[in-house]
Each structure stands twice: as structure tokens, then as C-alpha cells.
């Protein structure tokens, strides 16, 4: 069995090196000698029989060679070791020398190999036939079957012969055809010494077997022909089934969505597919990069040159200076590719030479650039979808002549942030908004374009003014807002904006020129910031305007919002008719919760209802902005009923639910001098089936003001109904000492001022701590409101107040996250309860 590696050795003869002619020279002379001396020395010739059947023989083991993969190398693996172990045994050494050479020469020129190499190759079997023969003739001669152990030997050593003298042979001849280094080569080889290794071994098996006989011999060409077919059928459909995979794989991967990366998956499959030295995919079709190359192989070059705006459009003709257009005709390596019939580029594959695509092969590169073709199709259809639906989307939120935000989205983020906002707290959030002044006149005197052209200069004026944080609108005409959604911690928000409002006006205050005219741009601009109770973006805006107009009759360029001129926000009548309506639903006026804390134990001890309105038109309104139009209205009595009606129908549920947390409402003066009150109160508790000592009214100091009779049959009303009462911002009253002296409450609950100016103020601090020292005295619960940091929360802790509500805690918060927010709290401060006189047990 010889090796021979295939490679780069199909050389133009014509091109070999004139010392690679003189060793081919000097070896087929060597051949042709040890030709004629081994016959002359033999003697005897074998019949003719005999001699062909030997030829047939070493044509075989020569010719039918077996490609394999072996280490990465594609090798062709033949069998002349065996056929060389085997003759030396049927005929004299001497003749085997000219049934060798002849023999390998045939098998050479029916494999396909070039006759110069075939003929090298035969010359060097003769050299190495020679001396494996002189081996065995000084050895004994010819070894006789069965062989002897000595035999054996003899045969071991002649083969060894013959593969270092034809190893060598072929060595140098590569080292000066290829360049290959004889030490690289012999290492090439070296490393497979297993190949030949085996051969010999088959070889000497035969012998050890007496296979050797020339019946034998005679059978062996038809029989390896025939397992040779065999194996190449077996090969082929082998071949082919991976090749279809690979095939449909390739064309699978080609569905991307972007036309650069169709074309990167075609480059690297055809590659693969095709083993060409490089790839070309040219495309001229409108939307698609113009020229579009090349893989290599080596997998690093893959590459797409040419950008969209440098493209042809069909029917235009290329930009000058560039290369004209692809040819798109097809030939052997080259397809065109279409869509619809229209063709829109071309695969090329690149060989060093024609004839390297079978038929097969050629079918399989048309089927290859039609699914090519029909992948851009879809690649280019998807990207001008993206682009549209892009482009509507960004219409959307987006003003065409300035490319600001738009009404809408600004509307859209506003609402966002206020909603975050109230959730967390208070938003800290406010809003400008800005109109120029004498804009309409710009108009009529420079006309529209002009008119159009200052708008953009002024858009980017504020662009350029606006800073991170802050959300630039254009309103249409000539209004803008601007959102500011994150003030300096240290400034309140409204103070915040009028700076900005001061810092917009500076920017616009350099004369703008249009169309050779210096025009110089004022602007009123209206300040508001969002209430803490709670309000939308659209009646925030609203209120904006409302500034703005403030700014532009008094004739000044910034006015804040001013609710007691907000003809909007005053006009009682309109609201009381929508509150009426807002009662008779269930989902315009509600609840939200805000739960007080034990500052000891951190469990809580009830919750406040405070009530919110979802106006479908004004947004989310706090009681701030309706209660006191309520209050002076008929409309008292039903509004306080609906809020005890909805905060009880709340505990019922609880009940359900296994929680029971006293819930504190707010009751308005008017409240307390209808004298029917502490019978609908009854009569709702009885309804729901509440605990009357589970319900807390909240009532401010104010009513020490007002008709004293009738408060108090209604107070002791309440009290004889077993409700607690409690006193709401107490020490913001006139005369708190003697309210509490006059009334009995359960509970003081000290104003949030107080709580706020605590740490910055003796006086207010002292209020808060003598509130706390009083409440104790008394046996009242005393709740601090508006705990907004730990600092305050310890420091009330400190002075033994009992519980605290505020933002440090929870924000008020809607009934169905109160109550998960309840349970956990309860949960968890009741498994320490239990815990205590566990662990107490343990100690003792
Ligand atoms: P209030 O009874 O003093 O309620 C506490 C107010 O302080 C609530 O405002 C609450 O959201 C806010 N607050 C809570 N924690 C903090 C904090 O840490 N810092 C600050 N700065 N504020 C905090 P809201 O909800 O706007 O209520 C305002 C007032 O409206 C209430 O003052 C109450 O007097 C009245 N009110 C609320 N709901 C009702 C109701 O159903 N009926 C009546 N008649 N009045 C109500
Ligand atoms: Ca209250
Ligand atoms: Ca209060």
C-alpha cells in the first residue's frame, strides 16, 4: 500500500524546473535499467499468462485507489506493498521488477494521472522493485509457500526496501516540483506510517495463508474493480445526501431580515457549498447596497462595500466616478439574479480554472441564486415596511415643522410621569408654556414661509435652551411647552420653572434673523407646577394656558398659575353639576388609602381614606381642588355619604378577607351641624355590619368657630353611636388646648407643617413635642402626619409619639394595593408579636 498525498501537483509540465527534468531523466533510466537487469538475470521468463496476470495485478493494487480523510488530509490509499509481497513470492525477484513497473504505469494512466507522473511513478516501482528483488536474491532468492520464519524476514526487510527507496523518489521529486521540503514530506508520511504499516501487514498475511497463486492473482483486478464500484456508489450517494443538506441548510439561512446580512450568509454558504476561490455578489437594484463582494475561503474577507445613497435608482444613471454596472449575463461560474423578471444582480463564483462545476453542481448554483434572488426580495420588502412603520410612528409623536414632540406625545409623557410621580409621593413635576407675542403679525407682514421659518429658528433656540430632564413640545402655532420632570432637589419645583422660564425668555431675547429682516421675539410664558393631590397632564396644561394669559393681559413675559384667577378652576357651578353626576357612578369619586404606622413596632394602626376624583375631561383631581366647592353646596350630605358608604363597603371586605384595621374619614364642618348625621352614620355602620369603634371620624379644630350647640349634639351623637373621633391638623387652630378640653377625641393627629418644620424650628418643635406630652397625659393616640424622612420619624419616635403617616411610610395608595401592602405589614409585625413570649419561654 502506497500513499500518495493529494495536492497542488497538477502542474503544467511545461513549467517544471529544469532540475526536477534531470531527476525525472536520471530516475526513468534508473528504471528502465533495473528493468533490463532484473529480466537478464532472472533467467527463465514466467508464461505470458503468468506475466499479464502479475501486470493486471500491481495495475490494480495501483490504480483502484480509495480516497480517505485521514488527520484532516485527503489521501489516496493503493495496495502496491501487498502486490509487491505477493509477486516476490510467485515469480523471480527479477521479474517482478519490468510486472511492477508496467503494472503501475497502466494502473497510473487509468486512474487519470498525468502520463509524465505516471511514467515517474512506474520508474521509481522499478527502482524500488530492483531492490526489494537484490534483497531477496542475497537472501536465499525466491521464499517458497508456506514461508518460513527466515522467509517472513526476508520479505519484512526487501519491503522495507522498497518503501524508503520509492518514499525517497517521490520525496525529492515533490521537493523540487512544490517546493515541499523532502524533511516535511518524509514527516507528512512519517506521520501516517500506519497506512503503509497495514499493507504490509495484508501482505505478509497472504503469504503466511498461500494465498499466492496466480488463480488467485488472476481474480484480484475484477474483484477490487468490483468492491471498487461498489465503494464509489456507496461515495456518491454519501456525497450527494450531504451535499443536499448542506444545499437546503444554506438556503434556509439566507432568510434574514436585512439585505447585508442575506448577502454575508450567501458569501459564506456559497463558499461552502461551492469551494470557489472567492465569491462576488454585485447588486444593482434600488434599495440594496450597489456593489457587494467578496468571500475568500479563508473566511476573513467577507465584505459589503457600497452604501444606499450611493445607489443607481433604476432609470438614473450612476453617479459619475463610479464603476459602471455589473454585466448581467450568465455563464458557467455566473448567475443572475431576479425578482419577478426583473433582474437585479448577480452570484459569481471565481475558479482558477473552467470545468470545475459538474452538471449537478451547475443546476445546484441556479437553484442557489434563485433563492438568493427571492431572500433580497423579501430582505428589501421587511426593511421598507421597518421604514414606514418607523416613519408613521415618528409622525405620530412628532410636529413636521420642527420636529418637536407633538401635543399628543407630550400629553402621553406628561400623564407617565405624573402617575409615577403621585404614586411615589408628590411628582415633581412642572410645566412652561410658551407663546410668542405679535407672531400673527410676523405673519401677515413676511408672509407664511417666513412665518414658518422663524417657528423652526425658535424651536431651536429652545432646543438648544432645553436641558436633560426637560421634554420640548410644539403645541401648533405658535406654542410651546416645556416639560420639566427632574428639578434640583434642593429647589421646590414652581421656583424651579420660573428660573427656566426666565433662562427660555434670555434665549429668546437675541433678535432672530428671516429672510434678511432682524426680528426680535418675545414671548409670554405661563408657569405651573403639578399639586401634590393629584392632577392629569391635560388639566395641568390647562393650567399653563391659563398662566399665560395671566402674562399676556398684564402685559408681563412670565406669570405663575394663580388658582384664585382661574376662571376654570372657580366656576363652581360646572363642577358641582359633574360632581353631582360623578355620585351617581362608582368609578369617578374614589378611595385612596394611606396607612398609619407604629413607630414602635412598625405594624400598622389604621388608614386614612382620602377621596379622588377621576374627571373623565379635567384628569385626576385631589379634594384640594373640589371639597370646598362641595362643601358649600347641597351637595355635602350625599358626597360624605357616598365616601362612609364606600370606606365601609371597603371593610366589609376586609372582614372577608380576615383584616380589621380602623379606617379614618375626613368630615367637613358642615358635616358636624346636620343633626341627622349620627344617624346616617348608624345606619350605614349597621348595613355593612361594621364595629362602630372601627370607624374614626376626622374633624378639624374650625368647628370651635362655629355654632356650638348643634356640634355638640352631633359630636355626642357620634360618641353615643360608639364611633372614635379624632382631631385633624390639630395646632393650626386658634384655641387647640381648650378644643380638646371641650371635646372628647380619641386621637390628635398633629398637622404636617409642624412634623415638617420640626428639625429647622424651636417653636414648631416644641409644638409637636408638647402635643405628644399632652396626647399622653390625656390618653390619646397621637399620629404625626407628614413624616417625610427617617430623621423626622426618629426624632418623633424619640419624643414617644405613637404613630406617624406620611410619604417616609406609604403615599396614599389605591384600596387594591393598600390592602396587599396592609396584610404584609400586618403579617409581619404579628409573626414578631408571637415570637416574644416564645423566645421568653426559652430563656426562663
Ligand atoms: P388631611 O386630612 O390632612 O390629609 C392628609 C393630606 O396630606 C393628604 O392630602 C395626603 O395625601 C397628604 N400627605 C400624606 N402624607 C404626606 C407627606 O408625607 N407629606 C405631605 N406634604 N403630604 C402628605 P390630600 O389627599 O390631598 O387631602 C387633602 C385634604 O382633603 C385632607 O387633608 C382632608 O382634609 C381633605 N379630604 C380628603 N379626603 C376627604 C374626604 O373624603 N372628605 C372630606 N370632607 N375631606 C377630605
Ligand atoms: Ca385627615
Ligand atoms: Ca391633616
Redesign the pocket.
Known amino acids: 500500500m502506497s500513499v500518495t498525498p493529494t495536492g497542488p501537483n497538477a502542474q503544467n509540465p511545461r513549467h517544471l524546473p529544469v532540475s526536477l527534468w534531470l531527476l525525472i531523466a536520471a530516475v526513468l533510466i534508473a528504471g528502465l535499467s533495473a528493468c533490463i537487469a532484473g529480466m537478464a538475470a532472472a533467467g527463465r521468463a514466467p508464461g505470458s499468462a503468468a506475466f499479464l496476470a502479475g501486470v493486471g495485478f500491481f495495475a490494480a493494487a495501483q490504480g483502484v485507489r480509495i480516497k480517505v480523510s485521514f488527520r484532516g488530509d485527503r489521501l489516496h490509499v493503493t495496495w502496491t506493498e501487498t502486490a509487491l509481497i505477493i509477486a516476490l513470492c510467485l515469480m523471480s525477484p527479477g521479474w517482478v521488477v519490468p510486472v511492477a513497473a508496467v503494472g503501475v504505469l497502466l494502473g497510473e494512466l487509468a486512474a487519470g494521472v498525468a502520463p509524465i507522473k505516471s511514467l515517474y511513478n512506474a520508474a521509481t516501482m522499478a527502482v524500488g522493485a530492483a531492490l526489494a528483488g537484490t534483497v531477496v536474491h542475497v537472501f536465499g532468492g525466491r521464499p517458497v509457500v508456506p514461508v518460513s520464519w527466515s522467509g517472513l524476514l526476508v520479505l519484512l526487510v526487501a519491503t522495507a526496501v522498497f518503501l524508503v527507496a520509492t518514499t525517497s523518489l517521490v520525496a525529492a521529486a515533490l521537493a523540487l516540483a512544490d517546493r515541499v521540503s523532502p524533511a516535511a514530506f518524509v514527516r507528512r508520511v512519517g506521520a501516517r506510517w500506519l497506512l503503509p504499516a497495514s499493507g504490509v501487514a495484508c501482505g505478509l498475511l497472504a503469504v503466511l495463508l498461500r494465498v499466492p497463486s496466480f488463480h488467485y492473482l488472476a481474480l484480484v483486478p475484477p474483484v477490487l474493480w468490483l468492491l471498487y464500484e461498489v465503494y464509489r456508489d456507496r461515495r456518491r450517494v454519501g456525497l450527494e445526501r450531504r451535499s443536499w443538506q448542506a444545499f437546503a441548510a444554506a438556503t434556509h439561512d439566507l432568510n434574514r431580515l436585512d439585505a447585508p446580512a442575506v448577502i454575508e450568509s450567501a458569501v459564506r454558504s456559497a463558499l461552502r457549498l461551492f469551494a470557489p476561490d472567492s465569491v462576488e455578489i454585485a447588486l444593482l437594484h434600488a434599495g440594496l447596497p450597489t456593489q457587494v463582494h467578496i468571500g475568500r475561503p479563508d473566511g476573513q474577507d467577507i465584505r459589503v462595500t457600497g452604501r444606499r445613497d450611493e445607489l443607481p435608482r433604476r432609470g438614473e444613471d450612476p453617479p459619475p466616478g463610479r464603476a459602471s454596472e455589473p454585466e448581467l449575463t450568465a455563464d458557467e461560474y455566473t448567475r443572475v439574479l431576479t425578482v419577478d423578471g426583473e433582474r437585479i444582480g448577480r452570484l459569481r463564483l471565481e475558479f482558477g480554472s473552467p470545468g470545475q462545476l459538474g452538471e449537478r453542481e451547475q443546476l445546484r448554483l441556479s437553484a442557489f441564486a434563485d433563492a438568493l434572488g427571492a431572500a433580497l426580495h423579501n430582505a428589501t420588502a421587511h426593511g421598507r415596511l421597518r421604514e414606514m412603520a418607523d416613519k408613521k410612528a415618528y409622525e405620530a409623536d412628532h410636529d413636521p415643522l420642527t420636529g418637536l414632540a407633538n401635543r399628543g406625545s407630550l400629553l402621553a409623557s406628561g400623564d407617565e410621569r405624573l402617575r409615577d410621580g403621585y404614586r411615589d409621593?408628590?411628582p415633581q413635576v412642572s410645566l412652561l408654556l410658551l407663546d410668542l407675542d405679535h407672531f400673527k403679525d410676523v405673519n401677515d407682514t413676511i408672509g407664511h414661509a417666513a412665518g414658518d421659518e422663524l417657528l423652526r429658528a425658535v424651536a431651536n433656540r429652545l432646543a438648544n435652551a432645553a436641558g436633560p430632564g426637560e421634554t420640548l413640545a410644539r403645541l401648533g402655532g405658535d406654542e410651546f411647552a416645556l416639560l420639566i420632570t427632574e428639578p434640583p432637589v434642593d429647589r421646590p419645583a414652581i421656583e424651579h420653572a420660573a428660573d427656566r422660564a426666565r433662562e427660555l425668555a434670555a434665549a429668546l431675547s437675541t433678535p432672530i434673523e428671516i429672510a434678511g429682516v432682524a426680528l426680535s421675539i418675545e414671548a409670554s410664558i405661563g408657569v405651573v407646577a403639578a399639586p401634590?393631590?393629584?392632577c392629569a397632564m391635560a388639566e395641568l396644561l390647562r393650567r399653563a394656558d391659563v398662566a399665560m394669559y395671566q402674562a399676556k393681559k398684564g402685559g408681563r413675559p412670565i406669570a405663575r398659575y394663580a388658582a384664585d384667577r382661574d376662571a376654570g378652576s372657580t366656576d363652581r357651578l360646572a363642577l358641582l353639576a359633574e360632581l353631582r353626576e360623578a355620585l351617581s357612578t362608582d368609578d369617578q369619586l374614589v378611595?385612596?388609602l394611606?396607612p398609619a404606622i407604629d413607630l414602635a413596632t412598625g405594624g400598622p394602626v389604621g388608614v386614612?381614606?382620602?377621596?379622588?376624583w377621576r374627571h373623565p375631561r379635567r384628569g385626576r383631581l385631589?379634594?384640594?381642588e373640589f371639597?370646598s366647592a362641595?362643601?358649600q353646596s347641597d351637595l355635602i350630605r350625599p358626597?360624605?355619604r357616598y365616601?362612609l358608604n364606600s370606606a365601609l363597603s371597603m371593610m366589609a371586605d376586609w372582614a372577608v378577607e380576615g383584616l380589621d384595621l380602623p379606617v379614618a374619614?375626613?368630615?367637613?364642618v358642615r358635616?358636624l351641624l346636620d343633626r341627622r348625621l349620627p344617624a346616617e352614620v348608624a345606619e350605614l355602620l349597621r348595613l355593612h355590619d361594621i364595629p362602630p369603634s372601627q370607624l374614626i371620624l376626622?374633624i378639624?379644630e374650625t368647628v370651635m368657630m362655629t355654632e356650638l350647640d348643634i356640634i355638640d349634639d352631633v359630636l355626642a351623637g357620634l360618641r353615643a353611636i360608639g364611633v372614635q373621633l379624632a382631631v385633624?391638623?390639630f395646632g393650626t387652630g386658634y384655641s387647640s388646648l381648650t378644643f380638646l378640653a371641650r371635646f372628647a377625641v380619641d386621637e390628635v393627629?398633629v398637622?404636617?407643617a409642624f412634623v415638617?418644620q420640626m428639625a429647622d424650628s424651636p417653636e414648631a418643635e416644641a409644638i409637636v413635642r408638647s402635643t405628644v406630652e399632652l396626647g399622653r397625659a390625656l390618653g390619646l393616640r397621637v399620629i404625626a402626619?407628614?413624616?417625610?424622612t427617617d430623621d423626622q420619624r426618629a426624632a418623633l419616635a424619640a419624643m414617644g409619639c405613637s404613630a406617624g403617616?406620611?410619604?417616609?411610610f406609604y403615599?396614599?395608595m389605591e384600596i387594591s394595593q393598600a390592602t396587599r401592602t396592609l396584610f404584609e405589614l400586618r403579617d409581619a409585625t404579628t409573626a414578631e408579636v408571637i415570637t416574644l413570649p416564645h423566645r421568653a419561654t426559652h430563656e426562663a
Open positions: 409621593g408628590s401634590d393631590s393629584g378611595l385612596e394611606q386614612e381614606a382620602l377621596i379622588r385631589g379634594p384640594g371639597v362641595v362643601e358626597f360624605t365616601v374619614v375626613n368630615l367637613s358635616n376626622e378639624t385633624d391638623d393627629k398637622d404636617q415638617a402626619e407628614g413624616v417625610e403617616q406620611g410619604y417616609h403615599p396614599p
